[in-house]
C-alpha cells in the first residue's frame, strides 16, 4: 500500500521513521505525480479556526485533481459538520473523514497507539476502500463508521467534553486552595473514580486554540455563543495537554 500525508504531521514523526523504516523518505513528503501512485492520501491541514478553511479547500482540492479517481481521500483536519459532504459533492474520488485526537505533546504515541478511530463516510455501511482497511487493521483498534456530520460533530463533542473537563478543574483547584485542600491529592482521587477515569483533564489551565476552536463551533450549532461566554477564553492559550 502506497500512503503519503498532504499538510501537517505528527511532531516527532521524522525522528520515528527514521530510526524503523528504511524508506522513511517515502511518507516524509511527496512529489505531485506520486499522488497518481498512492491508494490513500491524508489530508492533515491544522486548523486553528472554523471561520478559515481556505487552506484545507486548497490542499483537498489539489490532492483531488492529482490522485486516480478509484484511490481514496482521508480529510483529517478538523473541520466543522458539513464540511466533508460539501467537498464530496460532484466529486468522483471516495473521500471519507476521520477524527484526529492528536494531543502534540505525545503526537507518536497517538499515532501508533489510538483508542479507535472515527470515520465518516458518504455511505456508512459500506465497506471501506481496501487500502484504508488495511491502514486501519494494523492498528488493531475498534473502527466507528458513521456519517460525516456525525463524525465531524464527534470530534467537536470530544473536544468539548475536554475543555469542560479544564473549566471544572480550574473551579475546584480555586475551592481546594479557599479551603486548604491539596488540589493534587483530590485530583487523584478524582482520577481514580471509575466514572471518571485516570486520563480525564484534571490540570488546571487554559483551553488552547483546538479546544476553544470546537466550543465556538458547537456553542455557534446551538445558537448559544453569547449565553456561555464564560466556556470560552479568548486569551493566549497556555495549556497544551
Known sequence: MRLHFAGRQPNGLDSHLAETMSRAAQLRGFEI????????????????DHGNLDEVLTCAKHVEQNCAKAH?????SQVPPGFT???RDKRVVRIYYQVD???????VERVLRPEQFVVGCADPAAPLPLAYQEYLAAHACPVRQMSYESAELAKCAI????????????????AAAQV???????????????????????RPGKTNQHLERDLVTVLALRGRAREEPELVDSGVPVFSP
Do not use: C
Open 180 to 202: 486548604g485542600a491539596d488540589w493534587g491529592d483530590v485530583a487523584r482521587a478524582v482520577g481514580g473514580d471509575a466514572r471518571i477515569g485516570p486520563h480525564a483533564y484534571l
Open 72 to 76: 481514496a481521500i482521508v480529510i483529517v
Open 159 to 174: 473536544n468539548y467534553f475536554l475543555a469542560g473537563q479544564i473549566k471544572m478543574s480550574n473551579s475546584l483547584a480555586a
Open 85 to 87: 459532504r460539501g467537498f
Open 101 to 107: 485526537t492528536i494531543i502534540t505533546s505525545r503526537a
Open 33 to 48: 505525480s506520486d499522488l497518481m501512485l498512492a491508494e490513500l492520501v491524508f489530508v492533515a491541514v491544522d486548523v486553528l
